[in-house]
């Protein structure tokens, strides 16, 4: 992890209950565990990071998504797609949300997605209500990418995935990892903090972005881009 960067990041991921918070600033490595994201964001930080859906449209498709699924393929399940703020403004219950989805000729929310629903609209709202923050969407299995090499990686579930993630993340440069895996999290799981460590590294010095360039905006003028 290179030391150049002045840039106060923050990485953060969701769990059941809550958010892991990474600060990245300078040699300063930093885990927390946090009730919501306002408190998780009341941290100082000059660009944060975070591993849920910052801008939506309305019919669910997000050419960034479509992009990070490309870029991780055979894995291209791993990156959930389909955010739209109608189905959790409008429904309680996935399977009436999905019989409205196909009333209007979108595809259904798978139950992954649909359980995110809380955390994504808990984002959303502060995201809008804070225009002037560097809040960015990232993905952590893209940063792992980067950090392989673009070789693909085996499950975050598995043994495997958690080794593998965890040396490339000490090869990067997180002194206390194996503290991070071992210590109290507040009922974060080992992936959780795996993941919060390499969205901070994206939210530090960011190699890339999907879409390249401009990227488009949704109705209340969001980026749909995740960085990596």
């Not at 390499?198 to 488009?216: N, Q, Y």
């Amino acid at each position: 992890m290179s030391k150049r960067s002045g840039c106060r990041a923050l990485g953060l991921d969701g769990f059941s209950k809550g958010w892991v918070a990474v600060l990245l600033d300078g040699d300063v490595q930093e885990i927390s565990f946090h009730r919501d994201i306002t408190d998780a964001l009341s941290r100082s930080c000059d660009r944060a990071g975070i591993d849920i859906p910052i801008g939506m449209s309305d019919h669910g498709e997000r050419c960034c998504d479509l992009l990070a699924r490309a870029k991780l393929r055979p894995h291209a399940s791993r990156v959930f797609a389909g955010a739209r703020r109608w189905l959790w403004s409008e429904f309680s219950d996935p399977n009436d949300a999905n019989r409205e989805a196909q009333r209007r000729g979108q595809k259904r929310v798978s139950r992954q997605l649909w359980h995110l629903g809380a955390k994504i609209m808990e984002v959303d709202a502060f995201v809008r209500a804070n225009p002037s923050r560097d809040i960015r969407e990232v993905h952590p299995e893209l940063v792992f990418l980067r950090l392989n090499d673009n070789e693909p990686l085996p499950s975050k579930k598995s043994a495997g995935g958690v080794a593998l993630r965890r040396a490339l993340l000490k090869q990067s440069g997180f002194r206390q990892i194996d503290r991070w895996l071992t210590d109290e999290r507040g009922g974060a799981k080992p992936d959780d903090v795996l993941d919060a460590c390499a969205v901070a590294i994206a939210a530090r010095e960011p190699a890339g972005s999907l879409p390249e360039g401009a990227p488009p905006v949704d109705a209340h003028g969001l980026p749909m881009r995740i960085w990596f």
